[in-house]
């Protein structure tokens, strides 16, 4: 019998608290807190229902689960002292709550873990070398994005289009949070992922990627991040990106101005403004109409080829976590 969600995703968080103990408690501290905080698992969640879904073992999928979970909070860490960001899951980001450089380093630590992880996975032959690579491809692809949307940012580029954002999304966001959970369910039970995975589970993490923008202006207390983070951050989301091509000539010269500025010196009032504009002006309720465009294309794509599969509890596990991914809900 499939366990449901919630155990498993019990069961992954304690896996992955697990993982990180360490005698010195200070060290512990700083590795657990991200984890400790929770939120939603869905990637790891995502990996593990896949997995069983093409036939692989529950603990082959629970430690191909747990290092995704791994990569994803080394990965925020990191992403949030990059953009200078304050909240976390609803609390201070690390580099907040600790000196920068050691929130850094337990970014670093983490990352290693997951490499540690996955080696040991693959010494016990819970899976093959295929798994490895993907995980290379996982930071690969996410590192190449982060560095376009950090260089649009630290370059003061605002001439840019929403193909533009797509592909910095692709790689950045779309790929660890869709593509490579589906192609490592695959890759769990020695099988070739289709091309349809990568085709379809883009579509489904951008869209994924639009609705986490549109949050960042629309959400409550629950979203557990900064809102209107993405406006003092000077993130380019596809929102801003519509609104800076439709504004009035002097609405935009105002927004790029403000822009322009460093976090520390934007005005909240400026900032205030140009949220309300957002806000107001179509971009949000175009761009979530993408959203909604592209999750529907991928869903439609997938869902007919994961009926296949030989794992039919699991599949419709999984099928329902697809479904909340691009609803943004639990």
């Keep these: 019998m499939v366990p449901s969600p919630q155990e498993v995703k019990d069961a992954l968080h304690e896996r992955l608290l697990g993982h990180l103990t360490h005698p010195d408690p200070v060290y512990q501290a700083l590795l657990q807190e991200y984890p400790s905080r929770g939120g939603k698992m869905l990637r790891g969640l995502l990996v593990i229902y896949a997995g069983l879904a093409h036939g692989a073992t529950l603990e082959a999928s629970l430690w191909a689960g747990t290092a995704l979970e791994l990569f994803q909070n080394w990965v925020l860490i990191h992403d949030d002292i990059e953009d200078g960001s304050e909240e976390r899951r609803g609390r201070p980001a690390l580099h907040r709550l600790y000196p920068m450089p050691l929130a850094l380093n ?26 490895l690579a993907e995980f290379h491809q996982v930071v690969h692809r996410t590192a190449y994005g982060q560095h376009l949307d950090l260089l649009w940012t630290l370059s003061g580029h605002l001439d840019l289009t929403p193909e533009d954002y797509l592909r910095m999304v692709a790689h950045k966001a779309a790929y660890y949070t869709a593509v490579a959970p589906l192609r490592l369910g695959a890759l769990l039970s020695a099988k070739t992922p289709p091309a349809l995975y990568e085709e379809a589970g883009l579509k489904l993490g951008i869209a994924f990627q639009i609705m986490d923008d549109v949050l960042n202006l629309e ?28 504004a009035p000539k002097e609405e935009r010269i105002r927004a790029e101005a403000l822009l322009s500025l460093p976090r520390e010196a934007k005005p909240e009032a400026e900032v205030r403004w140009l949220w309300q504009n957002l806000l107001v002006s179509g971009a949000v309720a175009w761009a979530k109409e993408e959203a909604r465009r592209l999750a529907q294309e991928g869903l439609g794509a997938l869902i007919p080829y994961l009926d296949t599969l030989p794992g039919r509890e699991a599949t419709s596990h999984l099928q329902n976590l697809l479904t909340a991914l691009v609803e943004r809900r639990a």
């Design 219 to 246: 959400g409550d207390q629950a979203y557990g991040k900064e809102l209107a983070g993405d406006l003092y951050e000077g993130k380019r989301t596809l929102i801003l990106i519509r609104y800076l091509q439709e």
């Design 106 to 131: 337990a970014g670093d630590a983490l990352h290693g873990e997951m490499w540690g992880l996955l080696i040991r996975g693959l010494n016990e032959g819970l899976f093959g070398p295929e798994v």
